[in-house]
């Protein structure tokens, strides 16, 4: 037997969607559309020649990289909350190719990371975390929910 309140205020009809409902793919892919069409995040002009991490040999192909690892940062920020700089480091490390030595784990550039993080605290999508960190905050949440259900839906906004 369900609870009545419970039927009351979800109706069959309806969906929630969060983050976490969407798959990780599209969310991002549209997050970072949204954030190319808003122009509020800023691209530095060190963005197009910068490697992202020491393991790499290039800087990333794609000219919108720097949209896309924003919107899979600030995906991790809401799902686990409370990640600093350090954790996206590790995140985003990958291995470093040494010749005929074996591979060695080699975090990712840290400038990338906190420039990101910067970024997002001045969009008021992201905030300190007390107990370090960044986490959500209420704003961020209404408008990584809002491009989730559009991203779900396949809607452009």
Not at 64 to 92: C, E, H, N, P
Not at 123 to 148: C, P
Request: net charge positive.
């Amino acid at each position: 037997m369900a609870c009545s309140l419970y039927d009351d205020y979800f109706k069959e009809d309806q969906v929630i969607t969060t983050v976490k409902d969407v798959d990780d793919a599209k969310f991002i892919a549209a997050f970072s559309q949204h954030l190319k069409r808003q122009g509020r995040f800023e691209i530095p002009k060190w963005a197009d020649i910068v490697k992202t991490g020491k393991a790499k040999e290039l800087a990333p192909y794609d000219p919108d990289w720097l949209y896309v690892r924003t919107a899979s940062m600030v995906r991790k920020v809401y799902i686990r909350g409370g990640i600093g700089v350090g954790a996206f480091r590790k995140i985003y490390g990958s291995q470093h190719r040494r010749g005929t030595c074996t591979k060695k784990f080699a975090k990712a550039s840290g400038k990338i990371a906190r420039y990101i993080l910067q970024q997002l605290e001045e969009m008021g999508l992201v905030e300190q975390d007390e107990n370090g960190g960044r986490r959500i905050t209420k704003e961020g949440q209404r408008e990584l929910d809002t491009v989730a259900v559009q991203a779900a839906t396949g809607e452009e906004d």
